[in-house]
């Protein structure tokens, strides 16, 4: 799937509704649930992620997890250097938050 930007004046009435509308729903309860899930990924690493995965691939071992500097290497290769910069700016806005106490 290939998402393309588009610029909000250039959407049409219903379509500029729509996501403004979605942008103004409570999704508060969703940090919760969140929360929980990572609280329980602190306490209890990989093992929390393997065990949700094994609902799909019973076989799955802390190996799958692991990537290899050259799937890294190709998912760079794969990405506009923008997008990359983008993520690379959000990153550092967590280190950032986290360290902060945020």
Request: include cysteine; hydrophobic fraction near 30%.
């Amino acid at each position: 799937m290939n998402l393309k930007p588009q610029k909000i004046d250039d959407l049409n009435p219903e379509k500029r509704k729509t996501i403004m509308e979605r942008s103004m729903e409570d999704i508060s309860s969703v940090y919760e649930d969140m929360r929980k899930i990572v609280e329980d990924i602190r306490k209890n690493g990989d093992e929390v992620t393997l065990n949700h995965y094994r609902k799909h691939k019973e076989d799955i071992s802390p190996a799958d997890l692991e990537v290899t500097r050259d799937e890294i290497t190709q998912a760079y290769g794969q990405l506009d250097s923008k997008v990359v910069d983008c993520l690379k700016v959000a990153a550092e806005n967590m280190k950032s938050s986290r360290i902060e106490g945020r």
